[in-house]
C-alpha cells in the first residue's frame, strides 16, 4: 500500500495545482543559479543570475521543474535535456588539467548531439533558438561571451544552467512545445521491459530497471527501491526487475515522496534520525509560505508527534478517511528505509497520543517543574544519546510505532531506561551536564530526567500487563502501577516503596543535607540483590529512626510504623521472617522502580506536607 | 486434466509471532504486505503435502489476528555464497566457507507480529498425473499428514526464520471469526509466479471483507489478461 498511498497522493496533489505541486511525469525539481537568454539565431545576449537570497543573505538556486530522466546520473557522460550544468551545456571544465578539459569538450559534444537531434524538427522560436546555439557554440568563446554580459566565467563553472528565450519570461523547458519533444522522447530515457505494475496492476507497462533517488536532506540521499548486491536479487532478475514498477508509477511516487519531504509543506517531521511523514488523501492543503511556519491540521499532528506534546484538537479538526503515516531513514549503503508505515484515522492519532500521555503518568502537571519531554528525550535517556548514532536509530521507529497503535513499548529500551537509573547519582551528573552543549534533556531535565526514564519504565509495564497474554500470572493490576497501592503485595513493589522510605529517614536524620543518599550509593546494589542489600540497608535505616526519635518523638514513630508496615507485608504467609528475594527480572526491576517513586511521591511527612505549597522541600530537591 | 471427483476444500489454520511476507519492491529493508500472499499459503500447504502429479490452488484466506507490525534489524551478508566456490572447495577438500566481515550489511526488516489465519485451498490433478486419476488417495494423504503434523519441511510464514505451526479444520469444525470487520482494500499484492512464463510476478487487488480474502474470484478478474 506504501507506494499506492505515494501515487494517490501525488494524483490529488497535482489536481490541486498551485505552486507547490509535484512535478509532471517525466520532470523532477532541480536547482538553477544562471540563464542564458538567447535570441532567435541562438547568440547568447544575457546571462540571469536567478538566484534568490535566503534570509542570512547567502544566495541559493531557484528550484524548477526540468526535464530529467528516472534513474541518477552517475560519472558517465549522459546530457539532460534543456536544463544541465555549465560543463554540459557550455562546454565550460571544472578545471584546467588536461583530463578535465578533455571530459568538458566531450560532454558538451554529447549536450549537442542530443539536443540537435531532439528539436530537428520543431519550429518553435525556443528550441529553434536553442538548436542553433548548439550548432554554433564553441566553449572557447566563453570567453567573449562574459565579457559582453558581464559574467565572469569562473561564476558559471560547475553551475546548473537553463535557457529562456528572449522577450519571453519562462524558461525554455517550460514551453509546452518543448514538452512534447520531451514526452516523445520519454520512453528511452530508462532502461524498460515490458510487465505488470505492482503498484496500477496494469499489464504491458515499461519497467524501469533503475528506480530515483530520495534525497531526505544533510547529505542522506539514496534509493528507496534497489536491489544493489547480489544477496537481494531473485529468480535470477536484475535490479529493477526483482520488483517490477512502471516508469510513469516511478515518477509519481517519488514526485510524491519529494512534495512530501519538503518542509514547508507540513508534512514532515524529524524524529532523531528518522522522518516520519504524515499525510491523508482528505486533509485540505496546509499552506506554506516561504520562511513561515506552516499550518493546517498535518502540520499541527506532526508537531505534536515530534514534541510528545499533547496535540490541540481543535487545531486539528477534522480529517476523515484513513491517515497514513511513514517513517524513513538512510539505512547503509545509499539506501532508503521504510522503518515505520502505519494506516490508521485521525482520530484513532489522537487518541493513541493520549494513551501514551496517560500510560506514562505524563499529565501529572505536578511532577514536571520544566517542559514535558518529547519522544527524543525518551532515546536520549536511556543513554541512547545522538554520539550513539547506530543504536539510537533502531529504537526510534518501533517507540514510534508503539505510540502511534498504541502497542507494547519496545522491551529493549525499557530495558536501557532501567539500566540508566540503576546508576545512581546519575541525577547530580545529569545536573552537572545541564551546562554541556549536548542534549537537550540535560539542559531542560536536569533533576527530572530520573522521573522521565520513570514514567518510561511505566508506560512499559501498564502495557505489558495490558497487552499480557491471558494465561500469564500478574501480580499487578493496571490500576495498581499508576498510583501508590499501599495493600499490594508485590514483593518488588514493596521493596521499592522500603527504599524510598529508607532514603527519606536518612535524609530527615541528617543534620545537614547530604549530597549523597542511599539512591546514589544503593540504589544499584538494592535493585540488583535484594536479599544482600536490604539487610544492611534497615539495620541502616534502624539507626536513623532511632536518631530522629531522639529529636522528633513523634516523627520518629511514624517512620518506624511506615518500615514495619511495609516490611510486613513481605512475609509469607506462615513465616517469621520477611522474605527477599534473591534477584528480580527486567520486569520485576520495573516495579521496583515503580514502588520507589510512587513512594516518594506520596510520602512527605506531615510536616513537609505543609511546606510543600509552592515546591518540593529542601530535603527532596537536594535527593533528586 | 480431469478434476478430482470430490473437490474438496481443506482448511488449515497456520499461526506464528512472526512472519515476512516480503514486497518485491522493499525487498532489501523488507517490507511485509499486510496479510499472507497466496504464494506463500501454497508454499505452506505444499511443505505439508505435494507431489508432481497435484497442483494446490489457494481458494480463500481468513485473517484472525489483528494487523500488527515488528521491525527488526539484522546483519546479514552481501551476496549468497558462490555455488562455484563451494565446488571448487569441496573438490579441492576445503571447506567451503564465507567471510562475514567482508560482505556485511545491516538490513532492517518491517515484519508482521502475532498472525493467524486458515488457508483454505483444493488441489487439481496435473498433467503428470497417470490413470487411473486417483485425487482421493491424495486428498486422504494431505489430511493424514495435516491432522498429525506432518511435513517435508518446516512450513514457514514468508520466510524461513519465521516458522508457521498449522492445524487442520475438522470438516464440521466451523471456522474461527475474525476480528477484523468492514471492508479494506489491500491495494496490489503479489499473487504468485507464473511459473509457466520466465516465472514473472503477477499482481491481484484483494479486498478483505470481515476478514476473508476470495482469492480465486480475485485472481479470475485481474489475471486474465
Given at each position: 500500500m506504501i507506494l499506492q498511498a505515494l501515487v494517490a497522493h501525488y494524483e490529488s496533489r497535482r489536481a490541486a495545482?498551485?505552486?507547490?505541486?509535484p512535478p509532471p511525469i517525466g520532470y523532477a525539481a532541480v536547482p538553477v543559479t544562471h540563464v542564458l537568454v538567447l535570441d532567435t539565431n541562438g547568440t547568447i545576449t544575457a546571462i540571469d543570475d536567478v538566484r534568490q537570497t535566503s534570509q542570512r543573505g547567502r544566495p541559493y538556486a531557484r528550484r524548477t521543474n526540468a526535464p530529467r530522466p528516472l534513474a541518477n546520473r552517475t560519472s558517465t557522460t549522459r546530457p539532460h535535456f534543456l536544463c544541465d550544468t555549465s560543463e554540459y551545456i557550455l562546454g565550460l571544465p571544472r578545471g584546467e588539467t588536461q583530463n578535465v578539459t578533455a571530459r568538458a569538450r566531450e560532454r558538451f559534444r554529447a549536450a549537442s548531439d542530443l539536443h540537435r537531434r531532439y528539436l530537428a524538427d520543431s519550429d518553435d522560436p525556443a528550441a529553434v533558438a536553442v538548436r542553433r546555439f548548439f550548432e554554433t557554440?564553441?566553449?572557447?568563446r566563453i570567453a567573449q561571451v562574459a565579457e559582453a554580459t558581464g559574467v565572469a566565467p569562473d561564476d558559471l563553472v560547475a553551475q546548473p544552467i537553463a535557457f529562456r528565450l528572449a522577450?519571453?519570461?519562462?524558461?525554455?523547458?517550460?514551453r509546452s512545445a518543448l514538452d512534447a519533444i520531451w514526452q516523445e522522447h520519454l520512453p528511452e530515457q530508462d532502461d524498460t521491459r515490458p510487465g505488470q505494475c505492482l503498484v496500477t496492476g496494469a499489464h504491458d507497462m515499461p519497467i524501469v530497471r533503475l528506480h530515483p533517488t530520495i534525497d531526505l536532506g544533510q547529505g542522506r540521499q539514496g534509493k528507496l527501491i534497489s536491489f544493489g548486491d547480489p544477496a537481494y536479487r531473485a529468480h535470477g532478475h536484475r535490479q529493477g526487475f526483482n520488483a517490477p514498477v512502471s516508469q510513469t508509477a516511478a515518477y509519481k511516487y517519488a514526485g510524491a515522496l519529494q512534495h512530501l519531504l519538503t518542509?514547508?509543506?507540513?508534512?514532515r517531521a524529524d524524529i532523531g534520525d528518522l522522518v516520519v511523514l504524515v499525510w491523508s488523501p482528505s486533509a485540505p492543503r496546509t499552506h506554506g509560505t516561504g520562511n513561515a511556519t506552516p499550518s493546517g491540521p498535518i502540520a499541527t499532528l506532526m508537531g505534536a508527534l515530534g514534541t510528545g506534546r499533547q496535540p490541540d484538537s481543535d487545531a486539528i479538526g477534522d480529517i476523515p478517511g484513513p491517515l497514513y503515516v511513514l517513517g524513513l531513514a538512510y539505512t547503509a549503503r545509499s539506501r532508503i528505509g521504510v522503518q515505520l508505515w502505519g494506516e490508521t484515522t485521525a482520530d484513532d492519532l489522537l487518541a493513541n497520543l493520549r494513551a501514551h500521555h496517560a500510560d506514562m503518568g505524563l499529565d501529572r502537571r505536578a511532577l514536571w517543574s520544566k517542559d514535558q519531554p518529547a519522544i527524543a528525550d525518551f532515546l536520549d535517556l536511556a543513554g541512547l544519546e545522538t554520539a550513539h548514532h547506530g543504536q539510537r536509530a533502531r529504537f526510534i521507529g518501533p517507540l514510534l510505532d508503539a505510540i502511534l497503535h498504541g502497542r507494547r513499548y519496545p522491551d529493549a529500551l525499557a530495558q536501557r531506561t532501567i539500566n540508566q537509573l540503576r546508576h545512581g547519582g546519575r541525577a547530580a551528573a545529569d545536573a552537572r551536564r545541564s551546562d554541556d552543549a549536548s542534549g537537550r534533556p540535560y539542559r531542560l531535565f536536569g533533576r527530572d530526567a530520573d522521573l522521565v526514564r520513570a514514567a518510561l519504565v511505566r508506560g512499559w509495564l501498564v502495557r505489558r500487563q495490558r497487552h499480557a497474554p491471558d494465561s500469564r500470572a500478574t501480580t499487578m493490576t493496571e490500576e495498581a502501577l499508576m498510583t501508590l497501592d499501599p495493600d499490594n503485595i508485590d514483593p518488588a513493589y514493596r521493596l521499592g516503596r522500603l527504599f524510598a522510605t529508607l532514603e527519606n529517614a536518612q535524609v530527615t536524620a541528617a543534620e545537614n543535607t547530604p549530597q549523597r543518599t542511599i539512591r546514589d550509593t544503593q540504589f544499584g546494589h538494592a535493585i540488583a540483590a535484594p536479599a544482600a542489600a536490604f539487610p544492611r540497608l534497615i539495620r541502616m535505616g534502624q539507626h536513623h529512626t532511632a536518631k530522629i526519635r531522639r529529636g522528633q518523638p513523634g516523627l520518629g514513630r511514624w517512620f518506624e510504623q511506615c518500615i514495619d508496615d511495609i516490611i510486613a507485608g513481605l512475609h509469607e504467609p506462615d513465616a517469621h521472617q520477611p522474605a527477599f528475594p534473591r534477584s528480580l527480572d527486567l520486569e520485576g526491576q520495573g516495579r521496583f522502580i515503580l514502588g520507589y517513586y510512587h513512594q516518594r511521591e506520596a510520602q512527605f511527612t506531615p510536616k513537609q506536607r505543609r511546606n510543600d505549597n509552592q515546591a518540593p522541600t529542601a530535603t527532596m530537591e537536594a535527593t533528586q | 486434466m480431469p478434476e478430482p471427483a470430490d473437490n474438496h476444500v481443506f482448511r488449515l489454520r497456520v499461526w506464528g509471532r512472526n512472519a515476512c511476507f516480503t514486497r518485491p519492491e522493499m525487498k532489501v529493508d523488507r517490507v511485509s504486505y499486510d496479510v499472507i500472499t497466496p504464494s506463500a499459503a501454497r508454499g505452506i500447504i505444499e511443505a505439508i503435502y505435494w507431489k508432481p502429479q497435484i497442483a494446490w490452488h489457494v481458494e480463500r484466506i481468513h485473517v484472525l489476528a489483528p494487523i500488527a507490525r515488528q521491525k527488526v534489524r539484522r546483519n546479514e551478508t552481501v551476496s549468497p555464497p558462490s555455488l562455484d566456490a563451494v565446488g571448487r572447495d569441496l573438490h579441492n577438500g576445503t571447506t567451503p566457507r564465507i567471510n562475514i566481515r567482508a560482505h556485511r550489511t545491516q538490513r532492517d526488516a518491517l515484519v508482521l507480529r502475532d498472525v493467524d489465519y486458515v488457508i483454505e485451498a483444493r488441489f487439481s490433478l496435473t498433467e503428470r498425473a497417470d490413470p487411473p486419476y486417483n485425487p482421493v488417495k491424495h486428498a486422504d494423504t494431505f489430511r493424514r499428514r495435516a491432522s498429525r503434523g506432518q511435513c517435508f519441511r518446516q512450513p514457514v510464514l514468508g520466510c524461513r526464520e519465521f516458522p508457521a505451526a498449522f492445524r487442520l479444520l475438522e470438516p464440521g469444525e466451523p471456522t474461527p471469526a475474525a476480528s477484523h470487520a468492514g471492508e479494506q482494500s489491500l491495494g496490489w499484492m503479489l499473487y504468485d509466479f507464473d511459473f509457466a512464463n520466465d516465472r514473472r510476478p503477477v499482481f491481484y487487488q484483494p479486498v478483505m471483507r470481515d476478514g476473508v480474502i476470495e482469492v480465486s474470484r480475485h485472481a479470475a478478474e485481474h489475471t486474465a489478461s
Open positions: 495545482g498551485g505552486p507547490d505541486a557554440w564553441a566553449p572557447g522577450d519571453t519570461d519562462h524558461l525554455v523547458h517550460e518542509y514547508d509543506n507540513g508534512y | -
